[in-house]
């Protein structure tokens, strides 16, 4: 197995920055999500309202009111996928229910739309992480699952989420195809999956080899969040 | 029984027009409101038997706005009505003290069913999302 943590450090910007960059793009993602859910959406999902009611109301033939009822069904599929897409952009679930919960409903939709069968478990997870940590941790299980569904050539992997101490630990893992670490180091993915937990302050570390899958595991400091960061 | 006195709590206001025109048959709209903080203090000066809370709104999430209600107001029927089909979601809307959960897509054949039935102390879950809530959606189990 090889580790990857190979990739040129001379040219990446400061920690600091690079939190910046990213928090500017989450907060246009933000903004996309909200503008899908909060205006487009609800104007379908009224428009599948009002032509329920006209096939529930109409007058005529059972083939009239069906159509009516199709395309109100239509119209709810429509507004239901967008509210999908809002959360994709920018999951609200993290703020309501946690980052437990909103992985576990990620994985669920993951077997429901792509087929990848995954097994989360956690254990000891505070229930209140900042907003940040939980937000890259998430970001980070996203980008590695859907490098497992595009590049792995299985339908399993595991993820595992735990707190000890002050420190949260993160393993994602498959038994796929793997790949050269070297090879792939300058990818977007990874780059961009080291640039964000980097910029919480925490470490990523891929273990990988062809034809031996991938094990991706990230450290957070739990502490180095309410000290060091503070001041960035 | 006597009508149903209902609150409605959604952020869009086209639909709380249509909501309302949804329950005139069957209810009593005492008042509508577009956040969660507006929800409780409706509820505080109104009184109603029912509210229909979209758990998506400004101002208080909408789950943590349906808690508080339940603790002010234990008899209070609390409808969820959302455009969220998760059912970790709707699992932790019944947690806080939610009766019923429906989407707002099918409010035009369910909405007043859910209301019926939540003013028969049953719950009213929208077959839209009683699959993920039973588990059949839910992933198998790996042979790892």
């Known amino acids: 197995?090889?580790?990857?943590?190979?990739?040129?450090r001379d040219a990446a910007?400061?920690?600091?920055?690079?939190?910046?960059?990213?928090?500017?793009?989450?907060?246009?993602?933000?903004r996309i999500a909200r503008e899908l859910h909060d205006d487009i959406s609800q104007r379908l999902a009224l428009l599948a309202v009002e032509l329920e009611r006209l096939a529930l109301s109409a007058p005529g033939d059972e083939a009239f009111r069906r159509c009516w009822h199709d395309l109100s069904h239509a119209a709810g599929d429509i507004a239901t996928d967008l509210h999908r897409i809002s959360h994709s952009l920018h999951p609200a679930k993290l703020e309501t229910l946690g980052l437990v919960?909103?992985?576990?409903?990620?994985?669920?939709e993951l077997w429901c739309r792509q087929h990848l069968r995954v097994r989360f478990t956690h254990d000891n997870v505070p229930r209140a992480l900042p907003g940040d940590v939980a937000l890259c941790l998430y970001r980070i299980v996203q980008e590695a699952l859907y490098n497992v569904i595009k590049h792995s050539g299985v339908l399993d992997a595991d993820v595992h989420l735990s707190g000890a101490g002050h420190e949260l630990l993160l393993r994602i893992a498959d038994a796929g195809g793997g790949f050269a670490p070297v090879a792939a180091a300058a990818g977007v993915g990874l780059v961009s999956m080291h640039e964000r937990v980097e910029a919480i302050g925490g470490s990523l570390v891929v273990h990988a080899a062809p034809g031996r899958g991938t094990r991706i595991v990230v450290k957070v400091d739990l502490e180095l969040q309410g000290e060091d960061r503070r001041s960035e | 029984m006597s009508r149903p006195r209902v609150l409605l709590a959604d952020a869009h206001t086209p639909l709380l027009e249509v909501f309302a025109k949804l329950l005139a048959d069957e209810c009593d709209v005492v008042g509508v409101v577009s956040s969660g903080l507006a929800l409780l203090e409706a509820a505080e000066r109104l009184r109603p038997d029912v509210a229909v809370v979209d758990i998506e709104m400004p101002l208080s999430s909408?789950?943590?706005?349906?808690?508080?209600?339940?603790?002010?107001?234990?008899?209070?029927?609390?409808?969820?009505?959302?455009?969220?089909?998760?059912?970790?979601?709707?699992?932790?809307?019944?947690?806080?003290?939610?009766?019923?959960y429906l989407l707002k897509r099918s409010a035009a054949s369910e909405l007043q069913i859910a209301v019926r039935e939540t003013m028969h102390h049953r719950s009213y879950v929208t077959p839209l999302v009683t699959e993920g809530l039973v588990g059949t959606r839910r992933r198998p189990p790996l042979d790892l």
């Open chain 2, 62 to 100: 909408g789950l943590v706005a349906v808690r508080r209600l339940k603790q002010l107001h234990p008899d209070l029927r609390i409808v969820v009505l959302t455009m969220n089909e998760d059912p970790n979601v709707a699992a932790e809307a019944f947690r806080a003290g939610a009766s019923g």
């Open chain 1, 1 to 8: 197995m090889v580790n990857d943590e190979g990739r040129p």
């Open chain 1, 13 to 30: 910007p400061s920690r600091a920055v690079t939190g910046r960059l990213i928090a500017a793009q989450e907060r246009e993602r933000r």
């Open chain 1, 101 to 108: 919960a909103a992985l576990d409903g990620f994985c669920q």
